[in-house]
């Protein structure tokens, strides 16, 4: 069993920075793709970016290439999302998920929603105008 547990959260004002992270408890030694999701309020949940720990590839939502950057540290089992230029339309729900394979990592995520096998609690991130 793995579990996620995501950080980082808050309030922050239009043009703002955060920095999410989700710490990987268990076998996390066999998790083949994690990544960040969000949902807002009344929406169905949306891939943000993935990050494939085999080969460390990423992949990103249209609507957050060039503002967020996902990372990895493998001695910590620690996954971050650096988001910069934060916009209102980004307030959400963000949780962190991962699964052991089955899929590619880029089809996680549009698919992972429905498809992931761990997910974390959740930490809200409120962007105001």
């Known amino acids: 069993q793995v579990q996620l547990v995501e950080s980082g959260g808050g309030s922050v004002q239009a043009g703002g920075s955060l920095t999410l992270s989700c710490a990987a408890f268990g076998y996390s030694y066999s998790i083949y793709c994690m990544g960040w999701f969000r949902q807002a309020p009344g929406k169905e949940r949306e891939g943000v970016a993935t990050?494939?720990?085999?080969?460390?590839?990423?992949y990103y939502a249209d609507s957050v290439k060039g503002r967020f950057t996902i990372s990895h540290d493998n001695a910590k089992n620690t996954l971050y999302l650096q988001m910069n230029s934060l916009r209102p339309e980004d307030t959400a729900m963000y949780y962190c998920?991962?699964?052991?394979?089955?899929?590619?990592?880029?089809?996680?995520?549009?698919?992972?929603?429905?498809?992931?096998?761990?997910w974390g609690q959740g930490t809200q991130v409120t962007v105001s105008s």
């Open positions: 990050f494939y720990t085999g080969g460390r590839s990423t």
């Open positions: 998920g991962a699964d052991r394979g089955g899929n590619t990592c880029y089809t996680y995520l549009f698919e992972g929603p429905k498809r992931l096998s761990y």
